[in-house]
T-cell receptor, first 115, second 111 residues
Framework: DQQVKQNSPSLSVQEGRISILNCDYTNSMFDYFLWYKKYPAEGPTFLISISSIKDKNEDGRFTVFLNKSAKHLSLHIVPSQPGDSAVYFCAASAMIYNQGGKLIFGQGTELSVKP | KAGVTQTPRYLIKTRGQQVTLSCSPISGHRSVSWYQQTPGQGLQFLFEYFSETQRNKGNFPGRFSGRQFSNSRSEMNVSTLELGDSALYLC??????????FGPGTRLTVL
């Protein structure tokens, strides 16, 4: 039972354009969502997060949108740069149930930004 | 602040052996979580420790265990290694905020 799903294994975008990465979840207990960027054989790097009481959070070129009714979140990267090429994971946790230390990850989307 | 450190970075063991991995969290962080990453299963939660107590546990067999010390450093142990335990083991720490910050991982190969 995969509670967090990233249905696109890969995404290719031109430099300077917008990258949109999508994530769906099934567990209504999730109340905190995070995006991580990962290179092979390295640990994930935290990018941005959002609480379920918000529908948008922005940090520089990164914006995360949350649609609770659809159980869907997305990460927008504008403008995309070649250095953004990596695997992106979305993750969810149920803070209200004291499970903030337990992240449930999606399968990842490999983003390739072409010059 | 120094980031999360994990030792060793690489490890080769044979089936049936046991292994201990170490994690030092970011200074001041009291929560340490462990994850296993494999090509087939992705990133899966193993367990979380907070103030020397296991606070959350994932769906892994009892061969996987962990502990946390008073200085928040954590170790995880895998006994009776199987070929399927070959993976990247990641440790993450978090403080007052909800974000987890990951170490570089330990690559375990079981032969």
């Amino acid at each position: 039972d995969q509670q967090v799903k990233q249905n696109s294994p890969s995404l290719s975008v031109q430099e300077g354009r917008i990258s949109i990465l999508n994530c769906d979840y099934t567990n209504s207990m999730f109340d905190y969502f995070l995006w991580y960027k990962k290179y092979p054989a390295e640990g994930p790097t935290f990018l941005i997060s959002i609480s379920s009481i918000k529908d948008k959070n922005e940090d520089g070129r990164f914006t995360v949108f949350l649609n609770k009714s659809a159980k869907h979140l997305s990460l927008h990267i504008v403008p995309s740069q070649p250095g953004d090429s990596a695997v992106y994971f979305c993750a969810a946790s149920a803070m209200i149930y004291n499970q903030g230390g337990k992240l449930i990850f999606g399968q990842g989307t490999e983003l390739s930004v072409k010059p | 602040k120094a980031g999360v450190t994990q030792t060793p970075r690489y490890l080769i063991k044979t089936r049936g052996q046991q292994v201990t991995l170490s994690c030092s969290p970011i200074s001041g962080h009291r929560s340490v979580s462990w994850y296993q990453q494999t090509p087939g299963q992705g990133l899966q939660f193993l367990f979380e420790y907070f103030s020397e107590t296991q606070r959350n546990k994932g769906n892994f067999p009892g061969r996987f265990s962990g502990r946390q010390f008073s200085n928040s450093r954590s170790e995880m142990n895998v006994s009776t290694l199987e070929l399927g335990d070959s993976a990247l083991y990641l440790c993450a720490s978090s403080g007052r905020g909800h974000e987890q910050f990951f170490g570089p991982g330990t690559r375990l190969t079981v032969l």
